[in-house]
C-alpha cells in the first residue's frame, strides 16, 4: 500500500481525532480529509479506522461508495460537466465531448501536465440555464463552447 | 441618502455574472461618489431575466435586466438609480407579468429579503409563525400540520401531518427533525433557491417541527454539490444563534431546538430517506428495510421526522397564517401551492409558484414561452430522473398529485425538463436505465443488475438486434424492476423507459452507428 509522508498523516490523524466524538463522524471527516488534501488517500483509510474504532473493510466501503470522494489526488483545477436531462436537452453531450477534446482527458482523468481533472457531475441545480458546469466550486450557466474555453483559458491563467 | 441596489447571490445567477455585476455597480457607484449600498439577495426565480438588478425607489422596487457589467456604466448614466428608463428596463418587479400572477407563500420572501439578515427576516413576516406555535399545544400544532393539507413536497406527497403525529407519539426521548436537502432531480432548483434566498423559513419550519414532536435536535442534509447553499445555511443558522432563535432558549420559550447542516457526497440515492439516515450516521447510502418507519425508528434508531426542504419551508405560513388559509389554495386531495420549476430547453426558465391546478400547457407556454430553440415541445419530463416523459397530447393535465397519477406519472419534486423536437427518446430512456445504474445502492438485485441488463437491451433495440423479442424483454425487465425493488430508485427509474416506450415508439426502430 501507498505511505502517506508524515505530514499528510499528521493531518489525516488529526482531523480523525478532532472529530471523533461527533455523532456518526465518518463522512465528516473523510470531507475534511479531502478538503485538507485534495482527495481520500487509501493510506488514510487504516488510520481513519483506527481512530473511529471501525474496520478498514467499513471505511474502505463508504470512500467507494460516494462518488464526491476522490481516491487519486487531482489536478490544480477540478471541471465537473452536468451529464443529467436539462442539461442534455441544451446541448450537454456536444459540450461534454467538446471539453473532453479540449482538455485533451476523458471524465475521471487528470491532465498529464496536472492542471485538469475532468468529472460528471449529476445535477448542480441550475436547471434553467442549462447547460451547466462547474469548476472549482465556481457554478457556470448557459455554457457554450466558446465560453467554455474562455473559462478554462482563466482557470489556467490563474493556476 | 444612500440608495439601496439589490443583486442576487443566488447561485443561479451567480452561474451567469451576478457577482461580477455586483462588483462592477459598486466600483463604478464609488468612481462617481455615488451613496450606493449593494444588497445581495435570493434569485425571483425568473431566470431568463438574470443576472436581475433592483433598485429601491420612492416608487418602489424597480428592476433590469438581464445585466452584464458592460451594461453597469449605461445603468448609471441613465440614472438608474433614481429609476431611470433604460433598455433593460423591466418596470416594477412585482409588476412583471410573470411573477405578478404568482402565488407565492413559500417563496414569498425569496429575492426580497437580505438572506443574511434575521432582522430583515422578521420584518418581513418572519417567526411569527414560531411565536404562534409556542402558544400552542404540540398536538394543536401537528393538527394544523394535518388541516393544512401540506403533503411531502420532495417527491412522495405523503401527508406530513401524518408523520408529524408517528413522531409525538413515541415515548418522550431522543428525537430528530432531519431536512432532506439531497435535491439530486435534474429540473429541480427549488430546495436550492429556498436555502440560498431564505434560509431562515427553513431553519424557522425545522424549530417549529421540533416544539411540535418533541425534538430538540435537527441536522439538514445538504448535498455536496450545492456549495452556495452551503454557505448560506451556515451563516444563517450562525444568525438565528446569535438572535436566540436557536440554542437552549428559543426565542425566550425556555425550549432547546439546536441545528447542523450536514453535507452528503454526491450520491443520488441519499435522496431516499431511509438512505439519508444512513448517510448522516456515517455510512454507506444504503437503503433500509421498512417498516420501522423513520417517524418511529429514525435517526441513530431515535424517533424522526424526515422532510424536504420545501416542506419545512411552508410550515412558518401555515402556523402564521393558519392551516385553513393555506387549504383554501389548490385541487381535490392537493392543497397549497407548489413551486414548480421550469427547466430545460425553454425560453422562460425558473420558479413558477402557484396553486395546485393549473395545467402543464399554461407552464409551458404562457411562463415558459414554449423552446429555448423556438422548436416545438416533443416531451417534458416531470419529478426528475425517475419521472415519466409526457407527450404534447397530454400537456392539459393539471399539476395535482392525482391528477398525474392517473396519466402514469408523477409531479415529484415539480421540476419539468423540456425537450424540443431533436430529442430522440429511445436515448432518454436508455439514461434512465444508466443513471439507475450509476447511482443504485446496490442493496437489491432487481435495481442493481436490472439497470445494467437494461443499458444493455436498449442499446442492443438500438442496434437492430432483435428489435420485437428485445422490446418485449424491456418491458418486462421494467415490470419486475417496478415490482420488485427495495425502494424508488430501482422502482421507478423504468417510468421513463415505459413511458418512452408508450408515447414514442418510434424512436425505438434499430439504427445504423
Known amino acids: ?159 | 441618502m444612500t440608495t439601496l441596489v439589490y443583486v442576487p447571490a443566488d447561485a443561479g445567477a451567480l452561474s451567469l455574472g451576478a457577482g461580477e455585476v455586483a462588483r462592477a455597480i459598486a466600483e463604478e457607484a464609488a468612481r462617481r461618489r455615488a451613496a450606493v449600498k449593494v444588497v445581495r439577495n435570493g434569485s425571483r426565480g425568473a431566470y431568463w431575466l438574470e443576472p436581475l438588478i433592483e433598485v429601491l425607489t420612492p416608487r418602489g422596487r424597480l428592476a433590469y435586466g438581464p445585466v452584464t457589467t458592460g451594461d453597469v456604466a449605461g445603468l448609471f448614466n441613465a440614472d438608474f438609480l433614481d429609476g431611470g428608463s433604460h433598455a433593460l428596463s423591466l418596470g416594477a418587479t412585482e409588476a412583471i407579468p410573470w411573477l405578478k400572477g404568482q402565488q407565492r407563500l413559500t417563496f414569498e420572501r425569496v429575492g426580497i429579503i437580505d438572506p443574511t439578515s434575521v432582522a430583515d427576516y422578521v420584518k418581513h413576516g418572519g417567526y411569527q409563525g414560531l411565536t404562534r406555535a409556542l402558544s400552542m399545544e404540540p398536538a394543536a400544532i401537528v393538527q394544523a400540520i394535518t388541516t393544512s393539507g401540506l403533503r411531502g413536497r420532495g417527491g412522495a406527497a405523503f401527508p406530513t401531518g401524518i408523520k408529524w403525529k408517528t413522531v409525538l407519539d413515541q415515548p418522550a426521548g431522543q428525537k430528530y427533525v432531519t431536512c432532506n436537502a439531497d435535491e439530486g432531480d435534474s429540473g429541480t432548483f427549488s430546495d436550492r433557491m429556498l436555502m440560498e434566498g431564505d434560509p431562515l423559513a427553513l431553519i424557522e419550519g425545522m424549530t417549529i417541527a421540533g416544539i411540535a414532536v418533541g425534538a430538540t435536535e435537527g441536522y439538514i442534509y445538504l448535498r455536496a454539490e450545492y456549495p452556495h447553499a452551503l454557505r448560506a445555511l451556515r451563516t444563517a443558522i450562525a444568525a438565528a444563534h446569535q438572535a436566540r432563535y436557536l440554542g437552549s432558549d428559543v426565542a425566550g420559550s425556555g425550549r432547546r431546538f439546536d441545528l447542523e447542516v450536514r453535507v452528503g457526497a454526491g450520491a443520488y440515492i441519499c435522496g431516499e430517506e431511509t438512505s439519508m439516515l444512513e448517510s448522516l450516521e456515517g455510512r454507506r447510502g444504503e437503503v433500509r428495510v421498512r417498516p420501522p418507519l423513520p417517524a418511529v425508528k429514525g435517526l441513530f434508531g431515535q424517533p424522526t421526522i424526515v422532510n424536504n426542504v420545501v416542506t419545512l419551508a411552508s410550515v412558518p405560513w401555515i402556523l402564521q397564517h393558519g392551516a385553513e388559509a393555506y387549504a383554501s389554495f389548490g385541487m381535490g386531495k392537493s392543497r397549497g401551492t407548489l413551486p414548480i420549476q421550469l427547466a430545460g430547453n425553454i425560453r422562460r426558465g425558473g420558479l413558477v409558484e402557484r396553486a395546485f391546478g393549473l395545467t402543464l400547457r399554461e407552464l409551458l407556454y404562457d411562463y415558459g414561452g414554449g423552446t429555448a430553440t423556438g422548436k416545438p415541445i416533443r416531451a417534458v419530463q416531470v419529478g426528475g430522473p425517475l419521472g415519466a416523459y409526457i407527450p404534447a397530447s397530454q400537456f392539459d393535465t393539471a399539476v395535482d398529485y392525482e391528477a398525474f397519477a392517473g396519466i402514469g406519472a408523477m409531479l415529484g419534486h415539480g421540476g419539468i425538463v423540456v425537450f424540443d423536437d431533436s430529442v430522440d427518446m429511445a436515448r432518454m430512456a436508455r439514461y434512465a436505465m444508466e443513471f439507475c445504474a450509476i447511482e443504485s445502492c446496490g442493496k437489491c438485485t432487481p435495481c442493481r443488475i436490472g439497470s445494467t441488463r437494461g443499458v444493455e437491451v436498449i442499446d442492443r433495440i438500438l442496434a437492430g438486434v432483435d428489435g420485437e423479442r428485445n422490446v418485449r424483454l424491456l418491458e418486462e425487465l421494467c415490470e419486475t424492476m417496478v415490482q420488485g425493488s427495495l425502494c424508488g430508485l430501482g422502482g421507478m427509474a423504468p417510468f421513463p423507459v415505459q413511458s418512452a416506450l408508450k408515447h414514442f415508439r418510434e424512436d425505438f426502430r434499430g439504427r445504423a452507428k
Open chain 1, 1 to 159: 500500500m501507498e505511505t502517506l509522508p508524515p505530514a499528510e498523516s499528521a493531518v489525516v490523524q488529526r482531523i480523525a481525532s478532532d472529530l471523533k466524538g461527533r455523532p456518526g463522524p465518518l463522512l465528516e471527516v473523510l470531507h475534511a480529509i479531502q478538503a485538507a488534501l485534495g482527495y481520500v488517500p487509501g493510506a488514510a483509510v487504516p488510520i481513519v479506522a483506527e481512530v473511529l474504532n471501525l474496520s478498514r473493510a467499513e471505511v474502505h466501503g463508504v470512500v467507494t461508495f460516494y462518488h464526491y470522494f476522490r481516491r487519486s489526488r487531482p489536478g490544480a483545477h477540478t471541471v465537473s460537466v452536468c451529464q443529467a436531462e436539462a442539461c442534455q436537452s441544451m446541448g450537454a453531450e456536444a459540450l461534454t465531448a467538446h471539453a473532453r477534446r479540449r482538455l485533451g482527458i476523458d471524465f475521471h482523468q487528470t491532465s498529464a501536465d496536472g492542471r485538469f481533472s475532468l468529472e460528471p457531475i449529476y445535477c448542480l441545480g441550475n436547471c434553467a440555464c442549462s447547460p451547466a458546469v462547474m469548476i472549482d466550486g465556481r457554478l457556470y450557466g448557459r455554457v457554450t463552447p466558446e465560453r467554455f474555453d474562455a473559462l478554462v483559458a482563466d482557470g489556467a491563467a490563474s493556476s
